[in-house]
């Protein structure tokens, strides 16, 4: 890939990470792979806006160089947000540019000084600072919590861009580089996973800050995230979603997440569905071994009922379903209904533990139901009576 040039002036250095599958550590599938953006913006003053993952430097000294040829000129680094996806490329970049100056909260200088031992001539931001660099002004706006404590946007009048680090991001590997050069249903979704699992847990701050930058009344043609596409045609309506997710709304959608052991649970989990859907109700059915957590995260975003069946294992659910739960409880989901069910032998503690767990993210207010052994046809019977009357609940509840 070669820098890519968004307005006169301002150009797109980062790289695609096409073989990224487990983002985060762990906690995020990434299918289609991963951008890792970095912009140049070239006035009177030079300015690189992050730096990339590290093992990509090389991939951004060679973009840096389709533009300025000589990386000494680097003038300014701004630091927006210092996870390491965003600035492992810092030190190197540092080592070419002893004299540039560095522009970033108070804590993503000392982020930056604690992972990697350095941080240069560091110009401390707050909100509401600028930087004139020629034609141009760079305003700051901290976003604390979107993603870490240290995250900034910034924001260009003179190009009617905002940079926002890593909200508004997708993980989506492409050789595009703007919202409408992709699928528009495809980018949504990817979009949704991401709120789902990098966002979802910081819902009142992201709704308070954007309210606060809306009221700012910026004149915004392109928003430059540091993962995916940049976003040029379809601002308002990903804008329009980040309003929704993070206000906790939701629709008449019920997702039915599952663990089995020795099937009985999932015929239960079954019969639950058709039940669901014997109300009309939207319904997907998730065997939590099988489907990505973070598709499952996605689904649930904006799925009003939550339905989670767990096998008993040593008095214990069952492990999958229990790491999923944990990974859960972290999004701090507000206005969800949610039941569980399950099959056990002889003592029946996974419906309790379900339930421990996700009372503190949705309402118990619907019974739950457990099975000992196989499910009879009576037995069966009651599940879809019981997804029938879980689907009735969504339906009636305001
Ligand atoms: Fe893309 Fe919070 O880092």
Not at 126 to 153: A, C, E, V
Not at 293 to 304: C, E, G, P, V, W
Not at 371 to 384: A, G, H, I, R, S
Request: overall charge neutral; proline content about 3%; glycine content about 6%.
């Amino acid at each position: 890939m070669s820098a890519r040039l968004l307005k006169e002036g301002v150009y797109s250095v980062g790289a695609v990470d096409w073989n990224e599958r487990n983002f985060h550590g762990h906690t995020y599938v990434t299918r289609k792979g991963v951008t890792y953006n970095s912009y140049l913006i070239v006035d009177n003053k030079i300015v690189l806006i992050d730096t990339l993952r590290k093992g990509f430097e090389e991939v951004l000294l060679e973009n840096i160089k389709d533009v300025v040829i000589d990386i000494s000129k680097i003038d300014a680094i701004i630091v927006n947000h210092i996870e390491p996806d965003h600035s492992g490329a810092f030190p190197k970049i540092l080592k070419l540019c002893p004299d540039v100056e560095v522009y970033g909260t108070e804590r993503a200088r000392q982020g930056i000084l604690k992972y990697y031992g350095v941080n240069g001539n560091w110009n401390v931001i707050k909100s509401g600072q600028s930087l004139n660099i020629g034609k141009r002004t760079l305003n700051f706006i901290d976003t604390p919590m979107m993603h870490w404590p240290d995250s900034m946007f910034t924001y260009s009048a003179y190009d009617k861009i905002l940079f926002s680090n890593d909200a508004f991001g997708q993980h989506y590997a492409t050789s595009k580089v703007f919202d409408d050069e992709v699928d528009f249903t495809l980018l949504m979704d990817e979009a949704q996973k991401y709120y789902a699992n990098i966002l979802w847990p910081f819902n009142a701050i992201v709704a308070a800050k954007l309210s606060a930058i809306s009221k700012l009344n910026l004149d915004i043609e392109l928003i430059a995230p540091s993962h995916g596409l940049v976003w040029r045609k379809y601002l308002s309506e990903v804008m329009r979603k980040y309003f929704y997710w993070s206000s906790h709304s939701c629709k008449n959608r019920i997702a039915v997440v599952y663990e089995t052991m020795w099937k009985s649970t999932e015929k239960m989990a079954r019969k639950i569905v058709e039940g669901i859907i014997s109300e009309n109700v939207e319904v997907a059915l998730f065997d939590v071994t099988k489907d990505d957590r973070t598709d499952i995260a996605s689904y649930m975003l904006d799925a009003k009922g939550w339905i989670f069946g767990s096998s008993t294992h040593d008095a214990e659910m069952l492990p999958v379903i229990a790491g999923f739960l944990h990974f859960l409880r972290g999004s701090k989901a507000m206005r969800r209904i949610s039941s569980a069910f399950g099959s056990y032998g002889w003592s029946g503690e996974a419906v309790k533990c379900i339930e421990d767990i996700v009372s503190s993210v949705s309402s118990l207010n619907c019974p739950s139901l457990k099975v000992v052994f196989n499910p009879t046809d009576v037995e069966l019977d009651k599940c879809f009576e019981f997804g029938k009357a879980f689907a009735l609940k969504i339906k009636n509840e305001i």
